[in-house]
């Protein structure tokens, strides 16, 4: 992996991490900690490519979608 694929997925995840906090109205290290829990880190991290040319909205849907299929609620 490049240093800027690092870089660039190191603040998509940032970005995400902030997006879905301030969607779901939840502090930004219990947005961590939910999306650590139930899949949602893990997935952004695998599919971020895919992830950040999309739109934020479906991005962040996409990533509740998955932590709500491993047990998360909201």
């Given amino acids: 992996m490049e240093a800027t694929d690092t870089i660039n997925r ?3 995840i ?3 991490i902030e997006k879905f906090a301030s969607t779901y109205k939840m502090d ?3 947005a961590f900690l939910y999306l650590k829990k139930y899949g949602g880190l ?3 991290f695998e599919c ?3 992830l950040h040319v999309d ?3 479906w991005a962040v849907r996409d990533i509740y979608k998955i932590c709500y299929k491993n047990g998360g609620m909201r």
Wanted: aromatic share 34%.
């Fill in 10 to 12: 190191i603040s998509f």
């Fill in 48 to 50: 971020w490519q895919s």
């Fill in 14 to 16: 940032t970005f995400i």
């Fill in 42 to 44: 893990q997935y952004a």
């Fill in 55 to 57: 739109n934020p909205f």
């Fill in 28 to 30: 930004r290290q219990y």
